[in-house]
């Protein structure tokens, strides 16, 4: 790798954390600029799924203070994030990735309609709730398990638009603001990064280079993706996460 080349690594590193404490889909800003260095795609994956760690405990520190109160779900989602995060790495390693080449964009497309009606699907839940006498699950009951599962086996296996799903999961399901659970999506990263991550350091081929650039990159870029996230209103936040999420898909497709 020569020195512009790793200076586009660490730059894309930059981006990748900041737009990952913010939203998500940091790694379709790593992912391309590592392949065009000429790594093979299965070890830039993994090459970037190890460096992306530091970016998403850094933006995961940014958002400490939204986290208050939330110490027992995060306990509870994260103990499902960490499952699904490495049975996703797994998958990794023994599926060829057209295995989920058909269906990560209409996922994607799906979250996005439910970002966008998240306030009024909400508020059709809660009426239905009062009708019936019932209470929110505090932690979104069953179903955001399974969703969040399934959100975080994708994301160990190639995590683009991880975050995206994670918000609108959590948006539609939880009685929170958006901001607060916000932090609580980039736990999650954490934990799913952070066991693909081991995982890979085991079993697959990583280039340490790459690693250390997007890691000094995406920790730097979690500092200041935290200070323009958190600052963001909730319309405008879902305003960007819509955006990123068009992009994701446009980006998965023609890729």
Do not use: C
């Amino acid at each position: 790798m020569g020195i512009w080349e790793a200076v586009a690594v660490f730059v894309a590193g930059i981006g990748a954390g900041t737009i990952n404490t913010v939203v998500g889909s940091g790694t379709l800003i790593t992912f391309p600029v590592l392949l065009a260095t000429g790594l093979p795609p299965i070890t830039a994956n993994v090459s970037n799924t190890l460096g992306l760690v530091p970016g998403a405990i850094s933006g995961a520190i940014g958002y400490r203070r939204e986290l208050s109160g939330q110490r027992q779900r995060v306990l509870r989602l994260g103990g499902t994030a960490l499952i699904g995060g490495l049975t996703g790495a797994a998958l990794l390693i023994t599926l060829p990735s057209a295995a989920f080449d058909a269906i990560v964009p209409a996922l994607i497309a799906i979250a996005l309609v439910l970002v966008v009606l998240q306030p009024r699907l909400s508020r059709a839940v809660q009426r239905h709730r009062e009708q019936n006498g019932t209470d929110a699950h505090p932690d979104g009951g069953p179903v955001l398990l399974v969703g969040l599962l399934l959100a975080s086996m994708y994301g160990g296996y190639f995590g683009a638009a991880q975050g995206v799903l994670y918000l609108s999961l959590m948006g539609l399901l939880l009685h929170e603001d958006l901001q607060r659970i916000n932090a609580v999506k980039n736990i999650l990263a954490v934990i799913v990064n952070g066991v693909a991550a081991v995982f890979f350091l085991f079993v697959a081929d990583f280039d340490w280079y790459a690693v250390l650039l997007i890691a000094a990159g995406s920790a730097v870029g979690g500092q200041i993706g935290a200070k323009v996230g958190r600052r963001l209103p909730p319309t405008v936040l879902r305003g960007v996460i819509v955006a990123v999420g068009i992009a994701a898909i446009v980006q998965l497709l023609l890729g």
